[in-house]
């Protein structure tokens, strides 16, 4: 890639034509070596829109091609489009008759260079033809646009030198010869790149070597031997003779530049020499060229020590050496890693290409690093190479007998190739394939892929939802012994569950927990036990915590044996409990002795346990114990412990102990009310608890302080709530409730507000107005009450209503029966 920048080293050793102010290169030049080039590139779009002179616009719009075009190539396959255009459509911002229009388009030109050099890369991962014909076309394009600058530069450098031009903007004739000589020089370049496309030995590489020296020759021949650009193109030529298999030209090239004045052509040239020993199967003799220079010191030397590395290990494998075997892949792996890791994402990729290029074919296949690097460009978001990576890893294990890594390495690249548009044709040829070989030992896995892509297709594509569901059914119908039902069936429940079929769901759910106790099958059943109670309840509450008891216990089976609690605990079996323990409690009264004994089991049993699920155990096993009169000293002692757990298992805690006080003793309420204060206490103190979680909060507060005997206290909170949610009907009512419990005044106005602003003939306006009547009676005024109460029997009507008893009751007590 150097060979794209050179242009600026050599327009910056002109004084008159230096690209840019040396500050701005310096400064944008640092950002990029950081790989900051969003900060660069937003520089030098603000420094263009400030209105600058035309020279410092064609300096900037140099550098922002360069940036944008640095960013390209760190950057992974779908992120580059949109930056190399980008860094063309920067060539734009100085118009054809600009002083340095020249420069700005010779440095768009270098920047599609590039591109089509990344192209040529790309071939050491995927070599088909089509492949082929991109980098291909993308260095023919390159060329067109050196060759017609070049020609330009034939015609208009004469011109120059006959006269001089008046702007000193302009760039002299002996300027425009030096800009010439470089595109001349990288003309030669473009022409080894697409050499480099064809296949070694072919009559095409072969040319297009020969044709690149042609060009390469030609600014040799009028460039004094002192000029910087001479020994670039001496190490450019000395590579040419190198790929042509001519060592001793190549070696002639090479050896003087070993001891020139600048490092980097001096690394560039040890890079040629210990390429040179590598093709010679001489790796050792290349490492040895190389020690000079330390590990991670220059990235180009670092990747042919990579590649030196890897001769090695293909050596070692023919030789059957397991144990040097081992020791050589170690450290190419980490190599590659320390290449990145030094040298930025492009030299990275880089060496992820030599890793996967010389260890997938050949008698030099490994198939652990292949897996290594397809995982590795994954995990960067490389997702193109990463398949072929997986394709041609999969391809050596078919190769070499290992059928199961061969399909879990199909798998892999299927998954990935999930995210790109291709996923939908390779998930409905994969399940055809499967169905039509359903005998097949590798079917099943082959359906089951496509069932991960079809999973991935129905989250973005609602036509695929059809589709997805039929291939779950058809999966399980098929191979009913599958190793993947259990998983299937638990995408069964999610599909289920997200579609609103509770019932259906649920049983999916446990289907899988059934083939394999997972906390995600778990954790399914759990949630569709809970949604689909909670509706039973309105209808039938003895119904629903019949189905409660039900359920919970199912889950008690899977972590019971016997009867018992296990003597060895596990993951999925700490995860039934907890789902067993939040049934109990949120749906079966006088539970709390039960769940105690569950979740003390498995805090305290063996192995230990793990801080997230001590996280999730402790706030129920607070609940658990506070719902037991004699053990609410436990609770709160259980409760100092809950510093470290997150808001929402506070607030679960927090309604656990609101239904736990709901069992209570009247003589025991005030000291749970007491730990659902320290409880509120604690989340008060929690980072990140918004506004609405606060106001539920307040509201819970003055609930309890009300319950723990602190009345003054309570009378206050209820006060603030109200003035604060006027509108809030449920705050209105909570302080009529509560100003009625007190036995204050005030209760009689407070629960007219309520009758106001509720619907008639709704629960909450029939109980404002028996509330109202209510204490008009407590307050001497029998008559107006039994008013009120006749007036709501004969325009609402009571007949069928749950509150006929109760205005039945009190009409009574006022001496006048209802009616």
Known sequence: MSNAWLLVLVLLCLPSVGSVFADDAAFLDGLRRRQLFTLAERYCRQELAANPTARRRADLAEELIRTLAQHASASTQPERPALWAAAQQAAELVPANAPRHLLVQTQAALAE???????????????????????????????????????????????????????????????????????????????????QCYPPGSDDRVAALHSSLEWSQLPLDQLSPDE??????????????????????????????????????????????????????????????????????????????????????????????????????????????????????????????????????????DVEIMIQQADELFRKGDLDNAIRAYEQAAAQARQAGDSESAFDLFYKAALVAGRQQRSAEQASRLRRAALDFSQDSDAVKTHYVALVLAAQLAKTDKAWLGQYEAMLLEHASTWPDSEHLATVQLWTGLLLEQRGSLDQASQAFRASAELKLTTEALAGFERCELSRLAALSKQNAEQATSGALAAAA??????????????????????????????????????????????????????????????????????????????????????????????????????????????????????????????????????????????????????????????????????????????????????????????????????????????????????????????????????????????????????????????????????????
């Open 113 to 195: 260079l590039t591109r089509a050099e990344l192209s040529q890369q790309e071939l050491a991962v995927d070599a088909n033809a089509a492949t082929r014909e991109r980098a291909l076309q993308a260095v023919r394009d390159v060329e067109r646009k050196l060759s017609a600058l070049n020609k330009e530069l034939d015609s208009e450098i004469p011109a120059r030198r006959r006269k001089p031009p008046a702007d000193p903007d302009r760039l002299s004739g002996e300027e425009l010869f030096a800009l010439q000589a470089q595109i001349q020089f990288q003309l030669a370049s473009a022409l080894r790149t697409r050499a």
């Open 228 to 365: 910087p650009l001479v020994a670039r193109i001496h190490l450019q030529r000395a590579s040419c003779r190198r790929l042509l298999g001519d060592a001793a030209q190549a070696q002639k090239l090479l050896q003087p530049l070993l001891t020139h004045a600048a490092s980097d052509i001096r690394h560039g040239a040890a890079a040629e020499m210990a390429r040179l020993a590598i093709d010679y199967q001489k790796a050792d003799q290349a490492l040895t060229m190389l020690g000079s220079v330390a590990v991670g010191e220059n990235a180009e030397l670092d990747l042919v020590r990579l590649e030196a590395q890897l001769e090695l290990l293909a050596q070692a494998k023919q030789l059957r050496d397991t144990a040097r075997e081992g020791q050589l892949r170690e450290a190419a792996v980490a190599l590659g890693k320390l290449i990145e890791t030094k040298h930025g994402a492009y030299w990275g990729r880089r060496a992820s290409q030599r890793l996967i290029s010389v260890a997938g074919g050949g008698a030099s296949a």
């Open 554 to 819: 199912w889950l008690e089976a899977r972590f019971l044996e016997a009867g018992k609690l296990p003597a060895a605990w596990d993951a999925p079996r700490r995860a039934a409990v907890l789902a067993a323990a939040r049934l109990y409690l949120n749906r079966v009264p006088r539970s709390h002795q039960r769940v105690e004994s569950f979740l003390v089991g498995a805090l305290q049993g063996s192995p230990a346990p793990s801080e997230l699920f001590r996280r999730q155990a402790l706030p129920l096993l607070v609940v658990a114990l506070a719902g037991q009169a004699a053990k609410t000293a436990a609770a709160e002692a259980v409760l100092k412990q809950l510093e470290q757990v997150s808001v929402n298992q506070l607030l679960e805690t927090l309604d656990g102990l609101s239904k736990a006080m709901a069992e209570l003793p009247a003589e025991s309420r005030a000291t749970a009310a007491a730990l659902q204060l320290k409880t509120i206490a604690a989340l008060q103190q929690k980072n990140g608890v918004d506004e609405t979680i606060r106001d539920r909060l307040e509201r819970s507060r003055a609930a309890a302080l009300a319950a723990s005997g602190q009345i003054e206290q309570a009378e206050d909170a209820y006060r603030a709530l109200a003035s604060r949610h006027p509108k809030d009907a449920n705050v209105q009512l909570a302080f009529a409730r509560f100003l009625t419990q007190a036995g204050r005044a005030e209760a009689l106005p407070q629960w007219r507000r309520v009758a106001q602003r509720a619907r008639p003939k709704t629960d909450l306006w029939y109980e404002a107005k028996l509330n109202v009547a209510r204490q008009l009676f407590r307050g001497g005024k029998r008559d107006e009450a039994a008013e009120l109460l006749r007036f709501v029997e004969a325009v609402q009507g009571l007949e069928g209503t749950r509150w006929q008893a109760a205005y039945r009751q009190l009409l009574a007590e006022c001496g006048q029966p209802l009616r």
